[in-house]
């Protein structure tokens, strides 16, 4: 499959198993499953056909690991980036000392003075390493890294949480654990 078509199936999905099911007929299962049957067939109908063979190479080549199977095979969620309420059945796990949050440089201000928030997602995106977060803040703009103090979060009692694609989860970062690291 081409990179177009590759990249076209991932935003389908991305906006369908996050935040739109209902709108092409999908119920989101506890944790964010839906059937793969369902999803095919779901998506023949609203005139985005997909092959299994295509989904299995989405889910493959997704650079960002965005989906995942279920270990039958028989199901597919979003990782993380929901805006509709679901549970996607995450454990708390203890996040490495630091980890970062790449945004553009317009968000700068309001981040320092508020810190960073879910707004209309379920958690903060956070990433282990800085050149992944820069690429995140590649999307809005000219990119601004922020480090944030994990350690000093977890042990204040902030839950953190690993989805399956290595992408850390928390609910809110407070500015006082929030530093530039790099723009």
Not at 35 to 54: G, S
Not at 63 to 84: L, P
Not at 104 to 130: C, F, P, W, Y
Not at 135 to 147: L, S
Request: net charge positive; proline share 4%.
């Amino acid at each position: 499959m081409n990179d177009t078509r590759l990249v076209k199936i991932s935003k389908y999905l991305s906006k369908h198993l996050r935040h739109t099911p209902d709108r092409i007929g999908l119920k989101l299962a506890e944790g964010g499953w839906v059937r793969v049957d369902e999803l095919l067939d779901a998506c023949k109908k609203h005139n985005f056909p997909i092959t299994r063979d295509q989904l299995n190479e989405v889910v493959a080549r997704n650079d960002k690991k965005r989906f995942s199977f279920d270990t039958t095979g028989d199901r597919i969620r979003a990782n993380q980036g929901h805006s509709v309420e679901i549970d996607l059945q995450l454990e708390p796990a203890i996040p490495p000392d630091v980890l970062y949050h790449g945004t553009g440089e317009g968000a700068v201000e309001s981040i320092l003075n508020t810190g960073l928030n879910k707004m209309s997602r379920h958690h903060v995106h956070l990433s282990k390493d800085i050149n992944t977060a820069r690429t995140v803040g590649k999307r809005h703009g000219r990119p601004v890294v922020f480090a944030v103090n994990a350690a000093a979060m977890h042990e204040a009692g902030y839950t953190f949480y690993c989805s399956e694609n290595g992408v850390w989860l928390v609910d809110m970062v407070s500015p006082e654990y929030l530093a530039i690291a790099s723009s």
